[in-house]
C-alpha cells in the first residue's frame, strides 16, 4: 500500500502536527503503508517528515489565483510518482472544503472522477462561522463533498461525524470518527516548579489556550469572581489584532473589580508550558466552540483533573472510551434580571442578520425568536452565549449577590476529583488516542477503503452542510 498525504502547507500548527503524528505512529507500531508521500504548497521548516514534494499551486490562493483544478491534480500525481513510483493507492487529503483553496477543492473532485480512492479529512469547515472561506470556494461548493465506494471521510468528533453523514445521506460514503492523538506528557515536581518559578500563582486554575474569542473569556473573569479561593488564569495573549482590544478590555476589568486572575500568564513568567500545567492545581475549560476537543483529553494525559464547560456534541464519545467528564457543567445560566433583555434581543438580531447576509442566504422569518429562546428561556439566560459588554454587567451583579454568587458555584462544581478517577481517565485516553492506537486506525480505515467497492462518483449537496452550521438555535454572540 502506498499513501499520498495532502494539506496546504507544512507549517506549524494543528494540521501539520496530525500529520507529524501519523507518521510517527507507523514508525512505533511498526505497522503501516509501505511507503508514503506527502504534498504541500510550501517547505516544510522542521526535520520529523521525509518524502515532502512542494506542489505550486496547493497552498492558500484566493479565488481569483487558484490553479486550474486539472492541472493541480496532474501536478500532484507527477509529485506523488517521482516517490512513489506510481500513483497512490490512497489519497489522504486534509481540509479540502475549507474554502482556503478552490484549486484544491476542485482537484479533489477531478480525482474522484478519475476513480482515485480518497480518504477525505476536514478538520474545519467554510459552513462554520467562515463565510470569506464559503465565498472562495466559487463554484467548487458544488463539487465539494464527492462520494462513492472508494471515498470515505474521517471526522474528528461525533457532532463532525453527524453533519457529514447527514450530508451525504443517501449516499455510499462511510464517515469514519477518527480523533486525533493525545501524546502522553512527562510528569514533573510541582514543589521543584514553584521554586524555580515563584511568580506562578498559588491555587491556580489553568485555561491553557491562546486568547480568542471563541474561548470565553469572560466566563473566567466569572469563575473568578464566585470561586476567590482559587487563582484563574489563561496562558497567552492573542495573535489577532482584531481581537487585542476585547482582550485588553478584559485585562483592565480584571484589574478594576480585583479579581484573582491573570490573562497571559504564559507571557508573565519563564515557565514553559508543562511546567505551567504541572504547577497547576486543575485545568479548567469555558470555550464555547472547539474542533477537535483537545482540551479535554490532555490535562488528564498531564495527570490533572479537568473542571468548567463541557460541549457534549465534540465530547460525547469520550465517554464510550472511559474518559468520564461527568464533573463538567454544560451551561451556566443567570437569572434573566440580570440582563438588559432588549439589548440582548437587539444583539441577536444584528448578529443573525450579519451572518446570513455573509453567506448570502436569506434570514428565516422566524430566526431572531428561535434564536432568542435558545439563548433566553424560563431557565433564564446562557451566560456563555453572551457577548463581552452583557457577561460585563452579569459579572458586576452576580458579585454583588450572594444568592446568585451561590447559583454559579452551584452550577460549575469547580470540585477537583480525587487520585483514582484522574487516574481512570489518564489511563482511558492512553489507551485510546495513544500514537500507537492512532496509527492503527488510520490505517485500518486505509485497508477498509481498499477493500470497497468501485462506484460512479456523486457529489452531495452542500448547502445541506451550510444549513447545520448556519442555524437560529446554534447562535452564540462569542462567534458573531
Known amino acids: 500500500m502506498k499513501v499520498a498525504l495532502v494539506h496546504y502547507h507544512l507549517q506549524p500548527g494543528g494540521v501539520t502536527r496530525v500529520i507529524e503524528n501519523t507518521v510517527e505512529a507507523w514508525k512505533i507500531n511498526g505497522n503501516g503503508p509501505e511507503d508514503y508521500v506527502i504534498l504541500s504548497g510550501r517547505n516544510y521548516p522542521e526535520r520529523k517528515l521525509q518524502n515532502v514534494r512542494v506542489v505550486e499551486g496547493l497552498d492558500y490562493m484566493d479565488l481569483s489565483d487558484a490553479t486550474d483544478p486539472l492541472i493541480l491534480k496532474e501536478r500532484m500525481e507527477e509529485a506523488a510518482r517521482s516517490v512513489l513510483g506510481k500513483l497512490p493507492d490512497v489519497w489522504h487529503i486534509h481540509n479540502h472544503s475549507l474554502g482556503k483553496n478552490s484549486g484544491l477543492s476542485g482537484a479533489v473532485a477531478e480525482l474522484a472522477k478519475s476513480g482515485a480512492r480518497l480518504l477525505l479529512q476536514p478538520h474545519d469547515f467554510a459552513e462554520d462561522g467562515r463565510p470569506q472561506n464559503f465565498r472562495n470556494l466559487g463554484e467548487a461548493r458544488a463539487l465539494l463533498y464527492p462520494t462513492a465506494g472508494q471515498i470515505h471521510y474521517a471526522a474528528l468528533n461525533r457532532r463532525d461525524q453527524s453533519f457529514l453523514q447527514s450530508t451525504l445521506d443517501d449516499f455510499n460514503s462511510p464517515v469514519h470518527l477518527l480523533a486525533n492523538a493525545i501524546p502522553q506528557q512527562p510528569a514533573s515536581n510541582p514543589r521543584e516548579i514553584q521554586r524555580y518559578f515563584p511568580e506562578l500563582p498559588e491555587n491556580l486554575i489553568l485555561y491553557p489556550v491562546r486568547a480568542v ?268
Open 213 to 480: 474569542r471563541r474561548k470565553n473569556l469572560g466566563e473566567l473573569a466569572l469563575l473568578s469572581a464566585t470561586h476567590p479561593e482559587f487563582h484563574f488564569a489563561n496562558s497567552l495573549g492573542p495573535t489577532n489584532p482584531a481581537f487585542r482590544s476585547i482582550y485588553q478590555n478584559w485585562i483592565e476589568y480584571t484589574q478594576h473589580h480585583q479579581l484573582s486572575l491573570t490573562y497571559g500568564l504564559g507571557e508573565q513568567t519563564d515557565a514553559s508550558f508543562p511546567e505551567m500545567v504541572n504547577h497547576a492545581q486543575a485545568i479548567v475549560n469555558v470555550s464555547v466552540a472547539e474542533g477537535f476537543g483537545l482540551g479535554f483529553l490532555e490535562p488528564w494525559t498531564f495527570g490533572k483533573c479537568l473542571v468548567g464547560r463541557n460541549i457534549p456534541e465534540i465530547t460525547s464519545d469520550f465517554s464510550e472510551l472511559g474518559v468520564h467528564l461527568d464533573n463538567l457543567y454544560n451551561e451556566l445560566w443567570v437569572d434573566s434580571s440580570l440582563v438588559d433583555q432588549e439589548s440582548l434581543k437587539h444583539a441577536i438580531s444584528a448578529a443573525l442578520g450579519s451572518a446570513y447576509q455573509d453567506y448570502q442566504r436569506e434570514l428565516p422569518a422566524d430566526a431572531v425568536n428561535v434564536a432568542t429562546e435558545s439563548i433566553l428561556n424560563e431557565q433564564g439566560v446562557k451566560f456563555g452565549s453572551l457577548n463581552e459588554d452583557l457577561q460585563k454587567q452579569v459579572i458586576a451583579e452576580v458579585q454583588s449577590s450572594k444568592q446568585e454568587t451561590e447559583s454559579i458555584r452551584k452550577q460549575a462544581k469547580l470540585q477537583i476529583l480525587n487520585e483514582p478517577n484522574i487516574q481512570k481517565n489518564q489511563a482511558a485516553v492512553a489507551e485510546n488516542f495513544s500514537l500507537p492506537a492512532y496509527g492503527a486506525k488510520v490505517y485500518q480505515i486505509y485497508r477498509n477503503l481498499l477493500e470497497s467497492q468501485t462506484e460512479k462518483v456523486t457529489y452531495a449537496n452542500s448547502e445541506k452542510m451550510l444549513e447545520q452550521f448556519l442555524s437560529p438555535e446554534r447562535l452564540n454572540l462569542l462567534r458573531s
